[in-house]
């Protein structure tokens, strides 16, 4: 009898993201999005490629290498081999986990011009 097998927890935070890449396969370049991204892996949206299958994700000047781990009609998750810790692609992860951080209210207050009253009177 075979014990079933737990799932592992994930050892990085994955953040929500839009960022349009491109991704090479074996015989061609697709375009697609990043919909999640930690720095161990990747959604991304608009492409898909046979599971288990190795991919190239192309993003500004860095090519990152990715497995296939699972897809979708529409879409696929990919591995990192090699963890994101720096490059273009780490960079825009950064900034997402950054904006992530602020309180939708602070920005809105952030973006306000100071005046008085609600018909903006100095």
Do not use: K
């Not at 081999?81 to 950054?98: C, I, S």
């Amino acid at each position: 009898m075979t014990t079933p097998r737990l799932p592992t927890p994930r050892r990085h935070e994955r953040t929500r993201v839009a960022i349009d890449v491109t991704v090479n396969g074996v015989l061609n370049f697709v375009e697609g999005r990043i919909t999640d991204l930690s720095e161990g892996g990747a959604q991304i949206a608009g492409a898909a490629m046979p599971a288990r299958s190795r991919c190239e994700i192309h993003y500004g000047g860095q090519v990152v290498y990715a497995v296939v781990m699972w897809s979708e009609v529409d879409r696929m998750g990919v591995h990192f081999p090699f963890e994101l810790t720096h490059g273009p692609l780490y960079n825009a992860l950064e900034r997402a986990r950054a904006a992530a951080m602020i309180n939708p209210a602070q920005i809105f207050h952030s973006q306000r011009p100071v005046t008085f009253g609600r018909r903006g009177l100095s």
